[in-house]
């Protein structure tokens, strides 16, 4: 399974990436907008409008 992240927005928008955690943080720490893909489709994200991100794996873990 390839890692995914989570990234959440105000008013509990989310959409779920095809990334690791940390390469997601690292490019959303340089700002602006992000090019991110989702189920083989291109999306972009505006760094600061991301509210919290989430690795899938830990979190299917449980605690």
Same mark, same amino acid.
């Given at each position: ?17 095809e990334e690791s955690?940390?390469? !997601?943080?690292?490019?959303? =720490?340089?700002?602006? @907008?992000? /090019?991110?893909?989702r189920a083989g489709?291109? !999306?972009?994200?505006?760094? =600061?409008?991301?509210? @919290?991100? /989430? ?9």
């Amino acid at each position: 399974m390839a890692d995914e992240t989570s990234i959440s927005f105000a008013k509990d928008d989310t959409i779920i990436v095809e990334e690791s955690l940390a390469s !997601v943080a690292e490019k959303l =720490a340089k700002g602006g @907008y992000v /090019r991110f893909e989702r189920a083989g489709e291109v !999306v972009m994200v505006n760094a =600061a409008a991301v509210r @919290y991100l /989430r690795t899938l794996r830990q979190a299917q873990g449980g605690r």
